[in-house]
């Protein structure tokens, strides 16, 4: 996948390489360009390059090959404390012997800015993450979830143009964490600042960004808005990595354009919209989101396919029903439904037909 980089970026990474070893690579010839008051995330597994990436940004790390520009002035030899960007980490990384308050005037002192001045400032910062009673405590009389508030108002107390966030959430639980997305998102909004997230939670990448990075093995596997990302996958990893998804294994039988019939590995065919798909006969793997999958006849698109289903089990979620089918050699294949009043009940064992629009059906490298 080639990015090049843009000439009016915020931030760009061209032709970015990191070994430790000098022999493998941990980055491979990064090119990436975000945009002034962008919100980008940097999604991927462990072991992607995605932290690495934030590291060599903030100063951290040293680019082994290639070029970092900030504004567009190379930051390869600026030292961290001189790049004026703010840093929020997982861990916190308050200073436990000082209060809330002193926290926030460190980086405003490291600047030679006046006590005037920095009250000024650390009210307003305290203010924007609503923590304004707390600046007498120290962080041990905080809740997680507080801590992580004053982690970003000191983030942002100096009104850094651009804001660095390594995993920031992963450490409180799921209500908190799902609410602090949101302000955080907010606060983007408000500030106008630039963003640059590193999570592997997926959910959170999609929620909070304007786009998302998508890496696996040093590479950019696909940069997108996070809708593209998961209606257009560009391959089988984006396909899985993003949201649950439905695998079936097949041959591509025609092939016209991005048109593609497959026949699925139990004898079937189906259409689906071919992706990076070079020619007939090439093995291939059909994805298709379980949300999209009905098996009422009334309920189905117009032009949908159906295929025979037997029902493995059916799991309770609240909000939706999740239903385990056998479908096409895959026992794991899985239907969403909403839970409304009146839904069929459908039970194990028992044998339904279920279907999709073509459009819904993706043929990726296998």
């Not at 007498?136 to 983030?155: M, T, Y």
Request: proline residues 5%; contains cysteine; hydrophobic residues 40%.
């Amino acid at each position: 996948m080639t990015l090049e980089p843009r000439n009016d970026a915020f931030v760009a990474f061209e032709h970015v390489q990191k070994s430790y070893d000098g022999i493998s690579l941990v980055v491979k010839d990064l090119n990436l360009s975000i945009a002034k008051g962008e919100f980008l995330t940097m999604l991927g597994p462990s072991g992607s390059g995605k932290t690495t990436c934030l590291m060599m940004l903030a100063g951290f790390e040293t680019a082994t090959n290639g070029e970092i520009k900030l504004d567009g002035r190379p930051i390869n030899q600026v030292p961290p404390h001189k790049r004026g960007i703010g840093m929020v980490f997982q861990n916190y990384a308050l200073f436990p012997h000082m209060t809330v308050g002193e926290n926030l005037s460190f980086p405003l002192e490291v600047r030679g800015m006046g006590k005037d001045e920095r009250e000024t400032k650390i009210k307003r910062a305290l203010d924007m993450v609503q923590m304004g009673a707390f600046a007498n405590r120290r962080p041990a009389q905080l809740s997680g979830g507080q801590q992580q508030r004053i982690a970003l108002a000191r983030a942002l107390v100096f009104d850094p143009k651009l804001v660095l966030m390594d995993e920031p959430l992963g450490a409180l639980d799921k209500q908190l964490r799902e609410h602090m997305q949101f302000e955080i998102k907010h606060l983007h909004e408000s500030l106008g600042i630039t963003v640059v997230y590193v999570t592997h939670d997926q959910g959170e990448a999609l929620t909070m960004s304007d786009r998302v990075a998508v890496f696996n093995d040093g590479k950019i596997q696909q940069l997108a808005p996070p809708a593209d990302l998961y209606e257009r996958p560009d391959n089988s990893f984006v396909a899985q990595f993003i949201g649950e998804n439905n695998k079936l294994l097949g041959t591509i039988e025609e092939l016209a354009g991005d048109k593609a019939l497959v026949r699925l590995a139990t004898g079937e065919l189906i259409d689906a919209t071919a992706v990076n798909i070079k020619e007939k006969g090439q093995k291939t793997l059909v994805s298709i989101r379980p949300e999209r999958v009905e098996f009422k006849p009334e309920m189905m698109p117009p032009g949908a396919h159906t295929i025979e289903a037997e029902v493995v089990e059916i799991i309770y979620m609240g909000d939706i029903l999740r239903a385990v089918l056998k479908v096409a050699g895959s026992d794991e294949f899985v239907m969403k439904m909403r839970n409304t009043l009146g839904q069929t009940k459908l039970s194990p064992g028992q044998k339904i037909k279920v279907g999709w629009h073509p459009q819904d059906a993706r043929a990726l490298d296998p």
